[in-house]
């Protein structure tokens, strides 16, 4: 069987198996047909056909998604734009101007370093959509914790910069948004958020289990 | 008989088709090669036909080692109902000529 046959094969096993019980019957009679079509070619646009037709009555459940159900595709892909597009643009700071700092509280990083921590997040907020999408909550809600943590320093990063490109008194204003009052409360914020994040993380998951 | 269905120039095509051999069971591969149908088309006229009882379907005797397919056949009331389709078509394909509206 050539990989053409094999595909058209399996999108329509999967049509079959995905059909209303109504016309269920109807989706093993066009695989059986697909046997006798001669062409590989003919047998994918037997099967892309026959799949349409079966899909137009998928079941749909009676109590419809919840809410969170009906959001979470645009939540995940919500959630990928605005990691890659920050660390996008915090990857591009770190490289090109060596005044941007990347850190809030206590932490301070710049140049390659900054980079490296960037490269990370970019790929954790990638991997914490897809495991929204596919509903794995807690490992999705850990890596947002995660990125959520690299974002709140990002954007303390990108106050701090602004502030010294807009003062003369570099030092005084920087020393106050990083080790100040300001950048404690920012700290706070952060690490509140992770918390609550990988708490409801966890409420998700049990939720989860005992479902 | 008062059926409700929709006359498309497939469906035409397809009442064509059985008509060909009133009696005999068909095969929708066959069918789909015959008419030019894809199966997108074909499979929803042939359910829209099986739900009003225009056509009737079965599955072939299984033999062994070939898995059994789908059959269709029109029924008695079918039948009628697919000759009178056909024939309004070939009489409004005669009453209204093609360049009918062409003046020489």
Redesign the interface.
Known sequence: MTAIRKLASQILDVAARHASPEVRDWGTAMRRELDFVESDLAALFWALGSATVLFKHVEVPMSGPSLFERFRTVLAFLWILTTVCMMLFASIKLLYDPTFQLGVGLIQIKGFMGLLTTIPTILCGTVAAVLLWRRRILGAGLLTAYCLFWLLSLIGGVVADWRISHTQHVERQFNVLIYGSAGSLVFLVVVASVASVTVWAWHRASERVQA | MKMRLRKSPQTILVFDEFLQAARDWK???DI?RSTGL????L??I??RLAERKVLETRWETPEPGR????MYRLTVDGLRYAREQLLSVSKRAVTRPAFSRVKI
């Not at chain 2, 894809?38 to 088309?41: A, E, H, I, Q």
């Not at chain 2, 898995?67 to 789908?70: T, Y």
């Open positions: 095969y929708g591969y789909s894809k199966s997108g088309t499979y929803p042939l359910m898995p059994p397919r789908h």
